[in-house]
Antibody, heavy 122, light 107 residues
């Protein structure tokens, strides 16, 4: 199984960008798809997208297309989420979550990071 | 996008009660429906996947059923640690979508 540890809280101004990291340990990093999910205060989770084990195929939620970039660095077993043109509505806890590439299509992620609070405020 | 709608939005129950949560998809999603439990300040925890498969390590008092558009999560006998918010999620197609949640409170 894999453990996912995320970077610390961020405070950004409107219009800026943020890059959140998610470092994997415990199992072979390239065996996992990584999802990104965010949760605004008092709201339900919201799926942002997924990056494949090789890091060459990403699927983004249409809502974030054009503002989001997901990348992975296999040398450091780290996945990154970058979100640009931040606005106050982007204030949320951002989670990475992993699912084994051996699992059937549609299997949800069962390994989650601890979450990273991103606050967007002027 | 496929919409998933949960009911009720909140529920009050006592330890030992049997409780049921509902989730309805806006179109057929076969059995690509998952249930999560979330406690304040914590990441969601996967309970049930593929509508009725119990995630490893989850107590057997949790069960799921349904297919197509209508799904149910049941807790057979509530324990104190079960008071939390429950979310359903469809993974039939992207964008993956979550329900708005059902908050389970102590009566």
């Amino acid at each position: 199984q894999v453990q996912l540890v995320q970077s610390g809280a961020e405070v950004k101004k409107p219009g800026a960008s943020v890059k959140v990291s998610c470092k994997a340990s415990g199992d072979t990093f390239t065996n996992y798809y990584i999802h990104w999910v965010r949760q605004a205060p008092g709201q339900g989770p919201e799926w942002m997208g997924i990056i494949n084990p090789g890091g060459y195929r990403m699927t983004y939620a249409p809502k974030f297309q054009g503002r989001v970039t997901m990348t992975r660095d296999t040398s450091t077993s780290t996945v990154y989420l970058q979100l640009s043109s931040l606005r106050s509505e982007d204030t949320a806890v951002y989670y990475c979550a992993g699912v084994s590439s051996a699992a059937a299509a549609g299997t949800p992620p069962d390994y989650w990071g601890q979450g990273t609070l991103v606050t967007v405020s002027s | 996008d496929i919409q998933v709608t949960q009911s009720p939005s909140s529920l009050s129950a006592s330890v030992g009660d049997r409780v049921t949560f509902s989730c309805r998809a806006s179109q057929s999603i076969s059995t690509y429906l998952n249930w999560y439990q979330q406690k304040p300040g914590k990441a969601p925890k996967l309970l049930i996947y593929a509508a009725s498969s119990l995630q490893s390590g989850v107590p057997s008092r949790f069960s799921g059923s349904g297919s197509g558009t209508d799904f149910t999560l049941t807790i057979s006998s509530l324990q104190p640690e079960d008071f939390a918010t429950y979310y359903c999620q469809q993974s039939y197609s992207t964008p993956i979508t979550f329900g708005q949640g059902t908050r389970l409170e102590i009566k």
